[in-house]
């Protein structure tokens, strides 16, 4: 009988100890610490690792609370100083602070509404006071203040703001399509006045290339002229030097001749057909006595 007695005292032993075993003991993970309460009063923080709390609901966890970097997404609607509606994406990156557990946890029961909530008040503070061209330039400004007055007021509640960013800056649709239309209008104006300017180059271009073909035309003309006469008076020259006794006008007479029939067959072996006027008999003659006439008179 003694033993059946002592075998049941072991056995009820034995399962207070695992009832202690499994309610006593729990677990806490990586980035994680526990609120635990005794009576529901706060007792202690509970970091990392295998932990022990007194069984049967004498102390109980109350929370389990992250210490990552968590993320909120907030979408605030407010005007800017030129009466444009804008939609603003904001991304808030906050953690609670380690040595201030309690207070986030017992100061605050919704942190993502109240830091959303300081997120719009300093936004609908800040943006009326610029335009839209200049809420486009100035957005990292404007979230680098938010996220210092923000990051201010949750301090007190044990919550760290680490980073604020304004991703995406929408006007009204109106607006936007308005901008589009501004936009193209000057690009279309831009690219109208690089044309013109193109044209313009084009006409320059050609303008003085074609004043520079008549000038080395005339130059050639020029050029020619001289030849011809350097000709003429280098013919004469040697026809003066010769032994033939012959007069300045019969001199003329055969170089005009000479150049007479050059032409004649120069033409002729260029495949021209040229009509020379007047082409009667005597019509070198005719101009052989024009030309005398012109030198003469000169």
């Known amino acids: 009988m003694f033993g059946f007695v002592s075998l049941i005292v072991v056995m009820v032993l034995l399962f207070l100890l695992v009832a202690i075993l499994a309610t006593g003991i729990y677990v806490v993970k990586q980035q994680t610490v526990a609120i635990v309460e005794r009576f529901g009063k706060y007792q202690r923080t509970a970091t990392a690792g295998i932990q022990f709390k007194l069984p049967f609901g004498i102390d109980r966890i109350a929370a389990r609370i992250q210490l990552r970097v968590l993320q909120s997404e907030i979408v605030v609607e407010t005007k800017t100083q030129d009466n444009v509606f804008v939609t603003l994406n904001i991304a808030t990156q906050y953690q609670v602070n380690e040595s201030n557990v309690t207070d986030a ?9 109240q830091i959303k909530s300081y997120i719009e008040d300093a936004l609908r503070s800040s943006v009326p006071k610029l335009t839209l061209d200049e809420l486009f330039e100035k957005k990292d400004e404007i979230a680098l203040e938010v996220q210092r007055q923000v990051a201010e007021e949750m301090s007190t509640y044990g919550y760290i703001i680490v980073k604020t960013l304004i991703t995406r800056v929408e006007p009204d649709a109106e607006v936007k399509q308005s901008m589009n239309e501004i936009n193209a209008a000057q690009r279309k104006r831009v690219a109208a006045q690089e044309l013109a300017n193109a044209d313009k180059i084009k006409i320059v271009t050609a303008a003085e290339a074609e004043a520079e073909k008549d000038r080395l ?17 280098d013919s004469i020259q040697e026809l003066k030097d010769s032994n033939v006794s012959l007069t300045e006008e019969q001199i003329m007479s055969i170089l005009l001749t000479n150049q007479y029939l050059d032409t004649l067959n120069t033409f002729a072996n260029e495949g021209h057909q040229t009509l020379f006027l007047p082409n009667s008999p005597n019509a070198m003659d005719d101009i052989r006595s024009q030309i005398l006439s012109a030198l003469k008179v000169k």
């Open 217 to 233: 035309h005339g130059v050639g003309i020029a050029q020619q002229r001289k030849a011809i006469v350097d000709g003429l008076a």
């Open 105 to 113: 946890y017992y100061k605050l029961m919704r942190p993502e509404a």
